[in-house]
């Protein structure tokens, strides 16, 4: 079992950043692979960027060259720098943690990008 914990959310003006963590309880957490999703209002959840256990990085093409990426396994954490926000860039977003046939969510937190 894995419980993940979002924060960072918030509202910011277009062209801002925010920076969003997110704390696993996991011991084994360096095995998972991390990824940050996010649903906007009437629309169906997406992925926004993963991470794998060993560094790889995938964007989706809406966010890549302005958000990134990471994980510090030290502290069981993932993040993601968004730069360059949009409005269409508001979203409730989630943490999610995956092994093959295993997922686990976190319960997400707001970004507001208001123009």
């Known amino acids: 079992q894995v419980q993940l914990v979002e924060s960072g959310g918030g509202l910011v003006q277009s062209g801002g950043s925010l920076r969003l963590s997110c704390a696993a309880s996991?011991?084994?957490?360096?095995?998972?692979?991390m990824g940050w999703y996010r649903q906007a209002p009437g629309k169906q959840r997406e992925l926004v960027a993963r991470?794998?256990?060993?560094?790889?990085?995938n964007y989706a093409d809406s966010v890549k060259g302005r958000f990134t990426i990471s994980r510090d396994n030290a502290k069981n954490t993932v993040y993601l720098q968004m730069n360059s926000l949009k409005p269409d860039d508001t979203a409730v977003y989630y943490c999610?943690?995956?092994?093959?046939?295993?997922?686990?969510w976190g319960q997400g937190t707001q970004v507001t990008v208001s123009s």
């Open positions: 996991n011991r084994i957490f360096s095995i998972y692979t």
């Open positions: 999610n943690a995956a092994l093959p046939g295993i997922y686990y």
């Open positions: 991470i794998t256990s060993v560094g790889s990085t």
